[in-house]
Structure formats: C-alpha cells, structure tokens
C-alpha cells in the first residue's frame, strides 16, 4: 500500500499564482518580488509566525529560477549534512546550476554551525534562504546576518485563511459549510495554514458529511493535539520542552514531551534534544545528565516504548531539576572562534615530539616539564598557547553543582 501523502503537501502552491498571502512582499513594486522575477536571487532569512509559507516561498524561488534546492532542517541536521550539499553544489555549478538551500528554523544552528555557511555564501556556491520564527537580530550571529536580507512574513489573515479553506475542500470533494462554521475551523488554526488544511484533512478522513457544529466541535477538541506533527508547531513543542528543562521546570518538561508524544513524535528525537541539553544547558554542573540520558535512549532501543519512553521522561526529570551551566558550550565556541582567527601560530616548541635528530637538535620538545614528575601532578607556569596569542581563559565554572568545586580547583591550577 502507497504511503498516504499530507494534503498540505498536495496542495503545496507550486507557483506565486496559486500562493495566499504576504502581498506586501509579493507585489510586483516589491525588491523581493523583482529579485524572484528578474532571477537576480540573494541570501534572505524569512522571518514569521508558523504556517504563513516560508518553505512554500523557498520551493517556489527555486522552482521559478530552475535551480537546485536543498534543504536542511537546524533540529535534525548539523555539519555532515552542510557537507553534502556544499558537495552536490559544486556539481551542479559545473552545469550553471544555481543551488539554493532553505534552511528551517536556522536559528537553532549554534554559532559554529551558522559561521559555516558564511565562505559558501560569499562565494557564491549557495543562495541561503533561512527561516525562523525568531527575531533574526537576536537568534543569527551578527557576522551571518550582515550578509543577508531579512523579509517578515504576516500571519494570514481570516480572508486569506478562507481561501485556502475552500480550495482544501474542493480538492477533498466536501461540501463547503457555511460561514460561522469556516470560521469556527480558521480559527482553530490560529493563523497557521498548514494547520488549517490538516484540519480540513481530518474532517476528510472522519467523514463528517454533512458537517455541522457538534461533530465539528468534537474533532477539534479530539484532533487539535496531532496537527503538524511534523511542521513548525512540533518545532515549537520542542524548543518548549528544551526551554522548560533549561528553566529546571520538570512538570513543564513532562507536559511537552507529553504533547510530542501524543502527536505521533518519535521518542529518539526527544532523548536526542535531551543529549544536546545535557551538553549544552548542564554540562559540568552535573555531568552524571549525560550518561543517564544516554541510558535512557538505551533502554528505549532494548526495551521499546512503553519502557523506553518512561526511561526518557526520567532522563528530562533529572535534567530539569540538575544544577545548570553552559560554561562548557561557551568556552568551547570561544576557543572555535579563536582558532579560526589564530590558526597559522605556530604550536610552541616545548609543546612537540622530537620524531628525528634533526627536531632534537632543534630544541622541539626540551623545555616541556613533564606534569606527572612535578609537585602534586602540575607544572606550574609551563605555558599551553602559542607565545604570540598568550595564555587564554575560556572556561568560567559557574557557581552551582559540581562546577563548583571544578572552579576552586581552576583557581589553584590557574594560580601563579
């Protein structure tokens, strides 16, 4: 049996002709709408509410200027997938193919990861066109969104909504209900499209014919949990699981893995945002988050759901309530950046092997005081830089759980 294909898929516009919505950036005045036409394309972020056709948009500039279009999602892809596109680019650049790559929810892409795209760019190899439903001037790094248009999508509007409402209908052979009743479902989609023709799409597969106010109520209140399970809104249920396990709330932690769950949600996504928070948001405040929630998603793939999912909600409990620090997460995209802009300094002598006579001779490796032959295991002064770049800090424990006492010992171990 095929696999069923999401009406909002289906009824995806295909062109600007058939897309609802956002006429003040469409409008033939517009430099957005001119950069389309006249196929003059640039690196953008678009930037709005959930369901107002940001990929649309992307698909349909790519489809119009017949170029390649890829797409990454911040959530699920990371550096290897960046990678692989980088590759198919400069194959299709080989044949005057322009690539341009959507990237969803960008702002979930730490700095390191937005700073990759940043030579792709400047080289022409990829047309990025980001989209978030965060302020761009707080979420994307500023050396990122200096080389990139930013256009702001309006939530759609209860004509725009009816638009699409009865074209959903018509391609689902329903009847059309009358107005109250149309408006009831618009405003069961808070504005979001895809929504709102998921909507449609269960009433479709209820067969709710004639469809009046009662059963209508009834699957709204049923149905309204598992709509874009896979959209922005499911983004959204899960930035809000995230923020609730940073801000040490448990109960709100269970709540939205709850929510994701009931949607339809893979567990294994869940365990791995739990990962990232371990890493990110605990860290060495506590480093014992990692490894149960590392076991956790064990005993999801040993045991399965029913198991496995009590073994991840007991993972985000522990880190909800664990003590917090991102002192890790920020050193090391320190020490990234500097890297980046230090790394023709030379490694010190005292820091290299000696593989041949002629390195000996040199000096490399003659003046390194080896730490286990030193007092307490530490040879103090002995320098871990480049000369030209000077000793650095970058990690800076925090004052809470372990963290703590990685602090008191830091201040020996940095002590003169």
């Known amino acids: 049996m095929p696999n069923h294909r999401p009406l909002a898929e289906t009824l995806r516009p295909k062109s600007l002709d058939d897309f609802f919505g956002q006429s003040h950036l469409l409008n033939t005045q517009h430099p957005f709408r001119q950069a389309i036409d006249s196929h003059r394309l640039h690196s953008m972020i678009l ?22 279009f890829e797409q990454l999602s911040a959530v699920l892809d990371g550096v290897k997938e960046l990678r692989a596109v980088v590759e198919n680019a400069k194959k299709f650049q080989k044949i005057d193919k322009q690539t341009l790559l959507f990237v969803d929810e960008i702002h979930r892409f730490n700095k390191a990861q937005q700073d990759g795209f940043l030579p792709h760019i400047e080289s022409g190899l990829l047309v990025l066109i980001g989209a978030t439903t965060e302020n761009p001037s707080f979420e994307i ?38 107005k109250a009743l149309r408006m009831q479902i618009i405003r069961a989609s808070n504005g979001d499209a895809r929504r709102l023709i998921n909507i449609v799409e269960q009433i479709s597969l209820s067969g709710l014919t004639p469809l009046n106010a009662e059963p209508l109520n009834q699957l709204l209140q049923d149905k309204i949990s598992i709509f874009d399970k896979g959209g922005d809104i499911f983004y959204q249920q899960l930035s809000a699981f995230h923020k609730s396990v940073r801000g040490s709330s448990p109960d709100g932690a269970l709540y939205w893995m709850a929510r994701m769950l009931v949607a339809g949600c893979n567990a294994k996504t869940i365990a791995r945002r739990l990962l990232a928070i371990a890493s990110e948001d605990i860290g060495n405040a506590d480093p014992r988050a990692l490894e149960i929630t590392l076991n956790a998603w064990d005993v999801f793939v040993r045991m399965g759901a029913k198991e496995g999912n009590r073994a991840i909600a007991q993972a985000a409990v522990y880190c909800a ?3 917090k620090s991102n002192a890790v997460y920020k050193a090391f995209n320190q020490a990234m950046a500097e890297a980046k802009e230090t790394g023709d300094l030379p490694v010190p002598k005292h820091l290299c092997n000696a593989p041949t006579q002629l390195m000996d001779e040199l000096g490399y490796g003659k003046a390194y005081r080896y730490a286990h032959d030193e007092i307490n295991g530490i040879a103090k002064g002995q320098t871990y830089f480049p000369e030209a770049l000077g000793e650095q800090v970058y990690y800076q424990p925090v004052d809470r759980g372990l963290e703590i006492k990685i602090r008191d010992k830091l201040e020996q171990l940095r002590g003169n």
């Open 321 to 323: 309530v664990a003590p």
């Open 141 to 178: 790094n500023q050396a990122l969104l200096s080389r990139l248009s930013v256009y702001t999508l309006n939530e759609l509007n209860a004509q725009e909504l009816d638009q699409i409402l009865q074209r959903a209908f018509k391609h689902e052979s329903l009847t059309l209900p009358d």
């Open 47 to 68: 930037w709005g509410p959930s369901g107002t056709g940001k990929t649309t948009l992307a698909r349909i500039i790519a489809s119009q200027v017949k170029g390649h």
